[in-house]
């Protein structure tokens, strides 16, 4: 069995379904301000992001793969001094929030990190829904940076927290799916979710009740069971889970991911950039040939999604929840018309006999439309030494279990491979174009 693969089977766990390491929510809410693009005074806005084996916690042999990381700091609120820098945290354009496997953080860190509160005083838990997988934890507090971005007391999920925490409510696990609380489970130490709208749940979280995406809990010291609703503010004072970069004080309007083009055969390790903001500073001007809005959180079919036109088998489709997710290992569609690999360690790829040109073709909410063309390759090629490669292709309906993907087709991390993607938050202005949008 290749090595890498290993890790793949992992990262499945985390793609996306309307977003990424995958995406969740079934809708959140733009924060109302700020309304246009600010000007500001020039900071450290750009962060390297590193594809390479993953963090030191995972097991023996379950290297990661097609996995971007970046490296983040935690800080006690209000502390200089009792802080943590974690690194192999997954950027992920198709989620929201920031999420820490607990056991990553330093006994004196977590110790000083409060845990919020609901109005009944007790503790508040998370539940996260990914595509076939979840997590739960509680939402506690920390001053949160990276680059010369901070946010003072932030919320972030603390997975797989102790106390009131440690049973999963019965509603939580009951989507199905893989409780994905450790580091090997996860593949990096936490995941920083950077999507298109600005808190992790909006406004279908805002009442008792919840929503089937993203879910809080009242935590007393008998476990955690009543789902509570949370304010969506993206700013302090803070209730749910904020998108990091919707609530820095400015470069908050979205991200732009740079990355290197990849051979064939792969590489062991690539590095690019994550720089915040768009049209904010002089190094974030918006000069994408694309520019394609998406879906709000509004839409019945969730926010940050377009519609793909693609052939398979001779049929045409439009598959109109289809998303750029910088947290899925590869391209997730279905056509059964391609060969799959027989392999029985590579079961759920395509395994075409020679690299072939696949032209899907992606429509935005206003009509707009541009070539997601791109060559498959067989994983037969890869080395087994690469930790990234492009090209690969997955069927979701041979994942177990298998994804929902029958109307979305999943651009995963391959797509990103030479080219500087932008990704604009709902709401906000960015380098004169109102998001939420995607440009390449």
């Known amino acids: 069995m290749a090595r890498w693969f290993m890790a793949l089977l992992a990262v499945l766990s985390l793609a996306g379904c309307g977003g990424g390491g995958g995406s969740s929510s079934s809708g959140s809410s733009a924060s109302s301000t700020p309304a246009s693009t600010p000007t500001v005074t020039a900071t450290v806005n750009t962060a390297t992001v590193t594809l390479d084996g993953g963090p030191s916690g995972l097991q023996a042999g379950n290297a990661a793969f097609n996995t971007p990381y970046v490296t983040v700091t935690l800080c006690a609120p209000g502390s200089t001094s009792n802080c943590q820098t974690i690194d192999h945290v997954i950027l992920d354009t198709g989620s929201v929030g920031l999420r820490i496997i607990k056991p990553v953080i330093s006994a004196s860190l977590l110790a000083a990190l409060p845990t919020q509160t609901d109005s009944s005083s007790n503790p508040v838990g998370e539940c996260y829904q990914y595509v076939n997988s979840y997590v739960f934890g509680s939402v506690r507090t920390a001053d949160f940076s ?65 929503a089937s995406a993203a879910i809080y809990y009242d935590c007393p010291s008998s476990g955690c069971s009543a789902i509570i609703g949370r304010a969506s503010n993206a700013a302090a004072p803070f209730e749910q889970l904020p998108n990091p970069v919707a609530a820095f004080p400015a470069d908050n309007n979205g991200v732009i991911l740079a990355l290197p083009s990849v051979a064939q055969a792969g590489v062991p390790t690539l590095t690019g950039t994550v720089t915040f903001g768009i049209g904010t500073q002089a190094d974030n001007t918006l000069a994408a040939a694309n520019v394609l809005p998406v879906t709000t959180s509004s839409s019945r079919l969730g926010p940050g999604v377009l519609t793909v036109a693609y052939t398979a088998g001779g049929t045409a489709e439009q598959l109109t929840q289809s998303f750029l997710d910088s947290g899925s290992s590869d391209y997730f569609f279905i056509d059964t018309s391609l060969n ?47 930790n990234v490669a492009p090209g690969l292709g997955i069927n979701p309906t041979l994942v177990t279990p298998p994804l929902p993907f029958a109307n979305s087709f999943d651009f995963g991390m391959p797509f990103f491979f030479g080219r500087t993607v932008y990704t604009a938050i709902e709401g906000r202005a960015a380098g004169s174009v109102q998001g939420p949008y995607f440009a390449f």
């Open 340 to 386: 799959p690999c027989t392999e029985s360690d590579l079961i759920a790829l395509y395994c075409p006999t020679s690299p072939m040109q696949l032209s899907p073709v992606l429509t935005a909410t206003n009509g707009a439309t541009a070539s997601g063309a791109f060559t498959l390759y067989s994983p037969l090629n890869v080395a087994d030494s690469s």
């Open 146 to 210: 990276i680059a010369g971005e901070k946010v003072a007391a932030m919320p972030f999920q603390a997975i797989g927290d102790t106390g009131s925490f440690t049973t999963v409510p019965s509603s939580c696990s009951a989507g199905g799916g893989t409780d994905i609380a450790t580091v090997n489970a996860f593949g990096a130490n936490g995941i920083l979710g950077v999507g298109t709208t600005t808190t992790d749940c909006g406004t279908y979280c805002t009442t008792d009740g919840g």
